[in-house]
């Protein structure tokens, strides 16, 4: 056994492990030929070693290239961590070789303690919490999946026990992996999911690193999508198709997935540090792992402090209880240690002799069994020359009576007292760090102070030999291919006291400082240090570049599906508004809100209506006239929902405000309000001409927003292939902007019509795979309104094919969902989903009196009547004329000819105030047999007349059958044989063709064709 510390060399085992500060040990793989490059350099420390004779060691007998052992070297110190300018183990001589310059002891020990000649590294008093770690790893690795939360107060060693395990863990024979997250102070919580990304993208740059890869991609493509490291232009780009439309529901789901499928054959350790710190996205997705039932080889192990001090309401404090409540985590308090474990702890630093009677109590009184503090007072005594530790045994070199006095009462003053100790350049040094963070970049932080990176790095490098308050992590990649090397605290109350103790002023210097230095190393790739911006320009008081990278880390956690982080930041955007200067307020606070309001209203939120009203009264209040349109017309699109009236009144304010707009933005302003008016309030042809005249005078600056729109209009007017044409065009704009998460309903509105055209244009075959396809999507992303709005369509298309049964096996899988008043209170989106309620009963009652069931048609009619008469929503005046349809069908059925009369004409007068084709001729239709059953046969002959004409020179499938299938009833009943043949011919020509849409076997075919209306069609034209 080898050891040059931290590092152990087990050359029989070739095993390579480094000790960690908190006596932790972690393997490092090494791959073979690169190990016995180490074990042949450490064999022969402090003398020269050829390339040749490397060569001759490892590759005897083969021709090799040279290059080979400057890879295999390469390799071995960026496993070291050792730096080619200032070696610390492999020092390269100049086209002579390489030297190992470390000292190397021989140990027979196979402990993970290592002389360090302090007295950090040996875990203690915890025997009891690695039993329980460790029995939660056995259910683990049997697929019972775990999740564990280490807690305590700073300084009691959650982290070196997590570490601890870890090390223990890693010596399993089985094959294992292990990941590791941080929660970053003062930063982290605005990262979405931040530990967890750090976490994946270890795991897909780990061994074996590639399957995960591949894992992500089939299970968990919205994840791989947050990793644009791992992925080429291409795989980006078929990312964006695949998770276009997700959700957060989607992101958890898919993860937890992943994660399964992981764990399927080798165990998986997932360590999260500093959950206190931790974001709420994250939280979220704990929650969701620890909920799954499915198997899986999976330890979650997080560490954080106590959360009693943390206020109501945060997701982490109500998240422990509950999977505490339910069983599904452990939870590890660390205590402090006792009298009896500090002895043990300094015997075991004093194998040599007993430890002087009374440390341990004198100790353990000053720490109160903190494991930092005791550290630290050890330490403490150790440099002023109080107590020796020397050879394996401790000395006292004063009585004991005097040390008492001698120690600080508590560690945060022992810390400081450590500090004093430094120079004055140290501990300016140390200060300047605690600005950056826990970990900080030397380079980084010596520009942005101007002092010279290189002798603030010697400057770091003896501070973590000497005094053990910060240790180097690393070599870290820069932007334009620098590199710098990376240092820590040892401890988070380290840096905690550093900070504290400079001026308020100061600190907002050097946040300032070190932010703009981020700004412009990092302009190639801002999106990296985003959420590390917005931290040091609001801790600077720069209110301006604050928000703007809090809106930016928004933005960032829109694409991550993390609604709740983007909501979070805006709010935090808006509160840092009020410090700014009137100016600056009346430019930023406007936009902060419309930011915040997009996304509410992109979650249909309905606190969108509270925000955009708020930001009306902010944008009239600055005069900001196209800002307050904009807001109203928003405004006007959620009341459309909830309020016809002050839908309506919102649109007239915007249109009012319009006269002050330059021409092209009044334009705009003047085509949204017709689009209000003709969608949440009705039909009329002045405002339908208005929108049209709008709508073609803005040309090509149209907008995804403004294109959905007019695919509704489109389909409204009956312009079915138009509308499924603009429908695509805002499919192929979703695709160019990133699957932006803002415009979540433009997505589904533009799919849901591409869907519905294709059913009113008859190509039932294509409608049925357009829903299926986007069904499938809004399943795979959670997205349940919206699959409830594609199962509308679903049953939509089985209604007019005639199959009944298909509708009501459809909307009875749904509808008592929606009908439950208990579950419906608990959706954040009951005015949405209260829509598609409306419209599956329509289409239940329609399919009841298909089938004959007049009292189940009847209850179902009545409901969606009573539903828009107590609340108007959104196209609820074209609802209303379905509803017609079917409640005129039902009187039709039952016989009675007055009601069938009335429903008739109201069905009539509501689709002549439309533009809607279909429905016209339809009840023009419907019409011209009540009349036939009121034996009034001028006016059927009448209705029937006007039906073709309304039909004739539109693309109306749906109702050109049916038009011309009852002309030609009525025809013959007036003698008209051969008039009664063309009608027949026309319906039946049409009935093959909505028939031949379909594939041979598809069983909706199969109904269509053998309903009773359809089949008298057919027999009759044969």
Partial sequence: MKVFPPFRLDIANQCLWRRGDAGSEERILLSPKAFAVLAYLVEHAGKLVTHDDLLEAVWPGRVVEPQAVKKQVLAVRSALGDRPKKPLFIETLTTRGYRFIAPVTESTAPSAVFPRGTPYGILVGRAA??????????????????????????????????????RQVALDVQPIRIAHGQCIEGYGSKEAYGPVLDALGRLCRGPRGESVVQILASEAPAWLAQLPGLLTREDRERLQQEILGATRQRMLRELGEALDL????TALLLLLEDLHWVDDSTVDLVSTVARRRTPAKLMLVATCRPLDSEPPGRPLKILMPDLLVHRLCRKIDLPPLNATELEEYLALQSPASSPPLGLSALVHRHSEGNPLFMVAALEHMAKRSLLLHAN??????????????????????????????????????????????????????????????????????????????????????????SSSEQYEFVHALYRQILYDRQLPNRRARLHRQIGEHLQTLYAPQMEEVVPELAYHFEQAADWPRAIEY?????????????????????????ELARHLPEAQRARTEPQVLAALAAHRMAAFDMRA?????????????????????????????????????????????????????????????????????????????????D???????????????????????QWLSAEYREARRVALEVRAKLLESGANSNLRIEYETSTFVRGVNLLFLGEWGEALEEFATALADARKNDNQDYSLLLRNGEAWLHLHALDYNGVLEISESVLPWLSNP???????????????????????????????????????????????????????????????????????????RTRARLEGERF???????????????????????????????????????????????????????????????????????????????????????????????????????????????????
């Fill in 822 to 896: 208990a579950l419906r209170a608990t959706q954040r989106l009951p005015v949405r989903l209260s829509a598609q309620f409306r419209i599956l009963l329509i289409l239940s009652g329609s399919a009841s009196v298909g089938l004959g069931n007049h009292a189940r048609a009847l209850e179902d009619f009545s409901s969606a009547a009573a539903e828009m008469d107590r609340q108007a929503n959104f196209l609820d005046w074209y609802r209303r004329m379905p509803l017609a349809a079917g409640m005129t069908e039902l009187w039709l059925a039952k016989g009675d």
């Fill in 609 to 689: 209506i509270d925000t955009l009203e708020t930001l009306t009264a902010c944008a009239a209040a600055y005069g900001l006239i196209d800002v307050q349109a904009r807001a109203l017309l928003d405004l006007s699109f959620f009341w459309a929902f909830t309020d016809a009236e002050r839908c309506l009144e919102a649109a007239q304010r915007a249109l009012r405000l319009s006269v002050e707009q330059d021409p092209v933005t009044r334009t705009r302003t003047r085509t949204g309000c017709s689009f209000r008016r003709l969608t949440a309030i009705g039909w009329t042809a002045q405002d339908a001409i």
């Fill in 392 to 481: 394996g045994r401790w000395e006292l070199q004063v009585p004991l009576e005097q040390i008492e006095f001698e120690v600080p009462d508590d560690l945060r003053h022992m810390i400081e007292t450590q500090l004093e100790r430094l120079s004055a350049r140290e501990q300016s040094a140390l200060e300047l760090a605690s600005i950056a963070g826990q970990s900080f970049s030397t380079s980084v932080i010596g520009s942005a102070a101007e002092i010279d990176s290189a002798s603030l790095e010697d400057l770091y490098e003896d501070l973590s030999r000497r005094h053990h308050i910060v240790r180097w992590i690393g070599t870290a990649p820069l932007p334009g291919g």
């Fill in 691 to 713: 929108y049209r005249t709008g709508f073609a005078a803005l040309g090509s600056e149209h907008g995804v927003t403004e294109l959905a729109e007019d695919c509704i209009i």
């Fill in 550 to 574: 809090l809106q930016r880390a928004a933005q960032i956690a829109g694409r991550r599906h993390a609604p709740l982080q983007a909501d979070s930041m805006l709010a935090r955007s808006l």
């Fill in 129 to 166: 919490a690695l039993e329980e770690l460790h029995e939660s790893w056995r259910r683990a690795v049997s697929g019972v999946r775990q999740i564990v939360f280490i807690t305590g107060e700073p300084g009691i060693g959650k982290t070196a026990l997590a570490e601890e395990f870890s």
């Fill in 262 to 265: 992981i764990t399927t054959e």
């Fill in 908 to 1022: 009539l007068d509501l689709s002549l105030a439309s533009a809607e084709r279909t429905y016209q001729g339809l009840a023009w239709e419907v019409n011209a047999r009540v009349a036939l059953l009121n034996q009034d046969l001028a006016r059927a002959r009448d209705c029937i007349a006007k039906a073709v004409s309304t039909v004739e020179g539109f693309e109306v499938p749906l109702a050109t059958w049916q038009v011309h299938a009852t002309a030609a009833d009525i025809e013959k009943q007036s003698g008209n044989r051969q008039a009664a043949r063309s009608h027949r011919d026309v319906s039946r020509v049409t009935i093959l063709r909505l028939a031949n849409s379909l594939p041979e076997q598809e069983p909706l075919r199969k109904a269509f064709l053998s309903a009773p209306a359809v089949g008298r069609v057919l027999e009759g034209g044969s």
